[in-house]
């Protein structure tokens, strides 16, 4: 049997980064032995087990930055035949640990995550890897502007089958936004958009919409001061901050709302794509709920909302305003056929993210690169 170890250096947070990887180990389990290593795996496992991900014949283990001699020496004894190694930047944060290694690249940021090792011990451990995998066309476009290496696309998978598909006439008026309540420039411009809704508010005074805001919380105190002028923002608003919520209830939430709202990318330079949304998960799991998706178009959400197919993308406030309060206009007066045919693309739309076509492409990818390289189980 194929021995496989899923490496990451990142923490073990409530986000799509972290469902992805766990997912792949997910897929990977069926017809492989495999490993999953990080500093504080217990924190993963229990992720998995909050997250609903089928983890059950995944090893976690424990693994923490060492020695370029105890690695090889760790390499050796543990003998395995791939290694997929989860990055933020164009180089590996450890060297290949496989007979065949591939990179996992969420985006390739300009800056480097903290390491114990110089980046000329990067480079050099570059020439271990084979193959990076990155979760859009968006994410493709930029790596390979940086990486002379073999790049493949595996888009994120969303469990759709745990969404509830409410039609437009049984939503309600409420507009969602799902992301991490971070500040600095990664945030996810939920500021920005409780200063849109309260224009929306008083553009449409006769809508009576309502804004729920969803997000994971960080202790860190540039992230605290961010939750803070989200709370002095909300006042005087039907605004609604949700921290840290469980996923059951968001599960709720996004069957409850009619519009969802995403703003990534909003006010950013175009020389800062590392700023915007690299995919978007949350984006799909709004979609296979039933809600329309609003996004900002840029970054990998224009490879999944077709403006004014299945949702719509804008590039102003004033779109977004006016976009929002058209569609929610037409329900309040009772005609949901343009909300129903939006409803019925963007679900489909999800369908193509599903976590079964995610583990079928899994399995091919894996097949092909094993085969490639005459490593067979």
């Keep these: 049997m194929v021995k496989i170890a899923i490496y990451t250096p990142f923490l073990a947070l409530f986000g799509g980064g972290e469902r992805y990887l766990l997912t792949l180990a997910s897929a990977l389990q069926a017809d492989h032995q495999v490993a999953f290593l990080s500093a504080n795996a217990n924190a993963y496992q229990e992720l998995s087990r909050k997250l609903k991900i089928d983890t059950k014949r995944v090893a976690f283990l424990d693994y923490s930055f060492v020695s370029p001699l105890a690695l090889s020496k760790m390499s050796q004894q543990a003998n395995y035949d791939l290694l997929i190694c989860l990055s933020n930047h164009c180089y590996p944060p450890i060297p290949g640990l496989g007979k065949l290694n591939i990179m996992m690249i969420q985006f390739p940021y300009p800056y480097a995550i903290r390491e114990v090792w110089t980046k000329q011990q990067q480079k050099q451990f570059l020439s271990h890897y084979q193959l990076a995998i990155v979760n859009s066309q968006f994410t493709k476009h930029h790596v390979e502007q940086q990486l002379e290496l073999a790049t493949r696309i595996l888009y994120p998978p969303v469990e ?22 971070i500040g600095g420039k990664d945030s996810k411009r939920q500021l920005e958009m409780l200063h849109f809704f309260k224009q929306f508010c008083d553009t449409f005074p006769d809508l009576k919409y309502e804004y729920i805001c969803v997000g994971g919380t960080r202790p860190e105190p540039e992230h605290q001061a961010y939750l803070d002028k989200l709370k002095q923002a909300a006042i005087g608003y039907p605004i609604h901050l949700k921290f840290d919520i469980s996923f059951s209830d968001l599960i709720d939430l996004y069957a409850q709302s009619r519009f969802f709202w995403h703003a990534k990318g909003y006010g950013v330079a175009e020389h800062h794509p590392e700023f915007t949304e690299h995919f978007g998960i949350a984006t799909v799991e709004a979609m296979a709920s039933g809600c329309i998706p609003l996004t900002f178009a840029a970054g990998g959400q224009v490879e999944i909302v077709q403006d004014g197919s299945n949702g719509f993308l804008w590039k102003t406030e004033a779109e977004l305003i006016q976009k929002t309060g ?17 409803y019925q693309n963007a679900y489909q739309t999800s369908q193509q993210f599903s976590v079964e076509h995610f583990k079928a492409q899994v399995r091919e990818l894996t097949k092909t690169v094993l085969g490639s390289f005459a490593v067979s189980s």
Excluded: D
């Excluded at 759709?160 to 309540?181: E, M």
């Design 160 to 181: 759709t089958t745990q969404f509830h598909q409410i039609v437009p006439a049984k939503k309600q008026n409420k507009i969602l936004s799902v992301g991490r309540l």
């Design 326 to 342: 058209t569609i929610a206009a037409q329900c309040k007066a009772g005609e949901y056929q343009e909300s129903e045919r939006l």
